[in-house]
Antibody, heavy 120, light 110 residues
Framework: QVQLQESGPGLVKPSETLSLTCSVS????????WNWIRQPPGKGLEWIGY????????SYNPSLKSRVTISVDTSKNQFSLKVNSVTAADTAVYYC?????????????WGQGTLVTVSS | QTVVTQEPSLSVSPGGTVTLTCGLS?????????VSWYQQIPGQAPRTLIYNTNIRSSGVPDRFSGSILENKAALTITGAQAADESDYYC??????????FGGGTKLTVL
């Protein structure tokens, strides 16, 4: 079965770069859309963006596009998220997710989420 | 920028029927928006209930159904149970490879 697991620092200083990795098991990394979503404490979900494993296609939330990079590492069967110049507003639980199994099923498989706090 | 709207909160009696909606601040939702619905129990990751407007995800009880009602996407729960008390989110395809979540609905079963 498809399993996703987020990992990375739980505390990031303001103005620095937030970096997270999502390790994938039970699924090839190829030919899927690999997404990141976040949820500030007590608030709703926000789609950050995705990378498609074949061809390097990416799509980002316009409100975050200038600060976000999502990339796929096929050799390690994992994908990553980088958010530059973070502020306290970037404090959130970050989820990784894969599309499928159905068509137009953007977020069929989710990781358990990891809390990232931005604070000095 | 178009905002995706959901009722902030709703309540339903056990065994009752409730409809949650997902609309746009500008315009109407249709099947072309490929709406998905997610259930999130506090402290847990969301899980998919419905995708592509009305397709039930594997393992989801058939008391959950998706549709388009009066220019909005709708999630209907028929025969609500205590276990359905959760937060519900829709996500909408806005075109140009962009997806937007609604603000979520907190459903109370009482």
């Amino acid at each position: 079965q498809v399993q996703l697991q987020e990992s990375g620092p739980g505390l990031v200083k303001p103005s620095e770069t937030l970096s997270l990795t999502c390790s994938v098991s039970g699924s090839s990394i190829s030919n899927y859309y690999w997404n990141w979503i976040r949820q500030p404490p007590g608030k709703g979900l926000e789609w950050i963006g995705y990378a498609y494993s074949s061809g390097g296609t990416t799509s980002y939330n316009p409100s975050l596009k200038s600060r976000v990079t999502i990339s796929v590492d096929t050799s390690k069967n994992q994908f990553s998220l980088k958010v530059n110049s973070v502020t306290a507003a970037d404090t959130a639980v970050y989820y990784c997710a894969r599309d499928g199994p159905g068509s137009w099923d953007l977020l069929g498989y989710w990781g358990q989420g990891t809390l990232v706090t931005v604070s000095s | 920028q178009t905002v995706v709207t959901q009722e902030p909160s709703l309540s339903v009696s056990p065994g009752g029927t409730v409809t949650l909606t997902c609309g746009l601040s500008s315009g109407s939702v249709s099947i072309s928006y490929h709406v998905s619905w997610y259930q999130q129990i506090p402290g847990q990751a969301p899980r998919t209930l419905i995708y592509n407007t009305n397709i039930r995800s594997s393992g989801v009880p058939d008391r959950f159904s998706g549709s388009i009602l009066e220019n909005k996407a709708a999630l209907t729960i028929t025969g609500a149970q205590a276990a359905d008390e959760s937060d519900y989110y829709c996500v909408v395809y806005m075109g140009n490879a962009i997806w937007v979540f609604g603000g979520g609905t907190k459903l109370t079963v009482l």
